[in-house]
């Protein structure tokens, strides 16, 4: 079964760069979350997109930003890196129709600010 | 705003053995879902075990079992027969009943299943 990509699985930033990090939901699934994950840490809600529009957001950074495109596809766009951006970027989907709140988490962008 | 709880940041069981995971939650909402995510050291976020709060009856799921005390805004995992698989990390997670709303996580308890 088809599940949700993330690209890259891997980066390596050094400081004041920007980044995009990319997130292909599962087909059908209209809905996408971004999550940022610290070392031992639990994951912290940035910022969701439904049918296209922010449909929530979290403790995203003013230096982030986001959006979901026509074919649901979404990008986050991180600018003017910091050291304490390191960390796993997850993305997750969730299906048009019910169950609407089960969310499908991809492997991960994991991030590194040198 | 909503809130998760897990006062246990730690917790270690041998195989076959029962554990439960604790996990308490804030919400002025009515209409909400729980859930248990376990992440093994692969960081992969895997989805345990679901609750809508408008259900009295607890979730089920193979091993794995909630009790679900809405009045009390708890909201506990139970693992039956523990296996060497199980090693993770557990979060309890918060979600209010409007689409495309946060997933709110608990800090976290890691399980260690030791043979």
């Known amino acids: 079964a088809a599940g949700v990509i993330q690209s890259p699985r891997h980066l390596i930033k050094e400081k004041r760069e920007t980044a995009t990090l990319k997130c292909y939901p599962i087909p059908r699934h209209d809905t996408v979350y971004w999550y940022q994950q610290g070392p031992g840490q639990d994951p912290q809600f940035l910022i969701s997109f439904y049918e296209k529009m922010q449909s929530d957001k979290g403790s995203i950074p003013d230096r982030f930003s986001a959006q979901q495109f026509s074919d649901y596809h979404s990008e986050l766009n991180m600018s003017s890196l910091e050291l304490g951006d390191s960390a796993l970027y997850f993305c997750?989907?969730?299906?048009?129709?019910?169950?609407?709140?089960?969310?499908?988490f991809g492997s991960g962008t994991q991030l590194s600010v040198l | 705003a909503q809130t998760v709880t897990q006062s246990q940041p730690e917790m270690s069981v041998q195989e076959a053995e029962t554990v439960t995971l604790s996990c308490t939650y804030d919400t002025s909402e009515n209409n909400y879902y729980l859930f248990w995510y376990k992440q093994p050291p692969s960081r992969q976020m895997i989805l345990v075990i679901r609750?809508?709060?408008?259900?009295?009856q607890n979730a089920t799921e193979n091993r794995f079992s909630v009790n679900f005390q809405k009045a009390a805004k708890s909201f506990s995992l139970k693992i039956s027969d523990s296996q060497l698989g199980d090693t993770a990390m557990y979060f309890c997670a918060f979600m209010r009943g409007q689409a495309g709303t946060a997933l709110i996580f608990g800090k976290g308890t890691t399980l260690s299943v030791s043979s």
């Open positions: 609750q809508e709060a408008y259900k009295q």
């Open positions: 997750a989907s969730s299906p048009y129709g019910s169950p609407r709140e089960k969310l499908f």
